[in-house]
């Protein structure tokens, strides 16, 4: 995996199990168990994902006396949309002139 942290974000967030577990953290904290109740996996297969989501640095595993509770760190996620932010006004951009051109096009070809 790369080193650097956008590559780490969307390395995790490229798994559906992943992000539907950030998706359940989202609603509040949850325990490896109850984060592993709607999936037919093993708990060390979502330990080894929390462990990616941790890496990306999506979720903090506190420490409550025998319970480890995870929970969301959407800062992480901010980095991602600014990023892709980017792009988003890069295509916002590129339609605004397929409009105008379109409408060029409409122009010339309706009857006057």
Known sequence: MADD?????FAALADPTRRAILTR???GEATVTELAEPFAMSLPAISKHLK???G???VVRARNAQWRPCRLAAAPLGTATDWLEGYRKFWDTRFDHLDQHLRRIQRKDSPE
């Not at 942290?5 to 974000?9: A, D, K, Y």
């Open 5 to 9: 942290e956008l590559s780490r974000i």
């Open 25 to 27: 953290l989202a609603e």
């Open 52 to 54: 990616v989501l941790e």
């Open 56 to 58: 990306a640095g999506l």
